[in-house]
Antibody
């Protein structure tokens, strides 16, 4: 079935780095735009980053621009988020999601992973 | 950035009630709004897209409306599984932004 599975979360010290992965299955990964969203403990949803099907178009939230890098490997059907210079305020569950619409993206996020927790603390 | 203001922030209702949640955008965004449901400890689930289009597999008691700056999500007859937190999201322009959420609780 259509599935996204995140991995790579954990505890990291402020200033440290972490790389999240999102393994896709059950659909043609290369046909879809993809995105990362996060949710701090007890808080609402915050969109983080977005990547086009071939990786040529990328957007970031202001809060992560210059520190986070989104990428994808269509051959490996995987999405990544490289997170550098981590801060306490980056502590959150990180979700990867598929953008509805395939080759004509709608913008809404129709398939979500289960999330991976990132904790930034000394 | 486009701000999405949801109301109410929480609401108490009973099984069988009709509930409406509203979302106001800080500028006109046509119909580029999505609605999500999130149960505790779970990932969000897409309910509506393009303001009024029901996502596949979502029960027809959910409906959405609006365009421009004002949007709403209505649940026509609450079921026990509907008690959750609901978020609106604008997908008109980057950065995509979410409303702060509406927690729907059992009365």
């Amino acid at each position: 079935q259509v599935q996204l599975v995140e991995s790579g979360g954990g505890l990291v010290k402020p200033g440290g780095s972490l790389r999240l992965s999102c393994a896709a299955s059950g659909f043609t990964f290369s046909d879809y735009y993809m995105t990362w969203i996060r949710q701090a403990p007890g808080k609402g949803l915050e969109w983080v980053s977005y990547i086009s099907r071939d990786g040529s178009t990328i957007y970031y939230a202001d809060s992560v621009r210059g520190r986070f890098t989104i990428s994808r490997d269509n051959a490996e059907t995987s999405l990544y988020l490289q997170m550098n210079s981590l801060r306490a305020e980056d502590t959150a569950v990180y979700y990867c999601a598929r953008v509805l619409g395939g080759t004509t993206p709608n913008g809404a996020f129709d398939i979500w992973g289960q999330g991976t927790m990132v904790t930034v603390s000394a | 950035d486009i701000q999405m203001t949801q109301s109410p922030s929480s609401v108490s209702a009973s099984v069988g009630d009709r509930v409406t949640i509203t979302c106001r955008a800080s500028q006109a965004i046509s119909y580029w709004v999505a609605w999500y449901q999130q149960r505790p400890g779970k990932a969000p689930k897409l309910l509506m897209y393009s303001a009024s289009r029901l996502q596949s597999g979502v029960p027809s008691r959910f409906s959405g409306s609006g365009s421009g700056t004002d949007f709403s999500l209505t649940i026509s007859s609450l079921q026990p599984e509907d008690f959750a937190t609901y978020y609106c999201q604008q997908v008109n322009s980057f950065p995509y932004t979410f409303g702060q959420g509406t927690k729907l609780e059992i009365k």
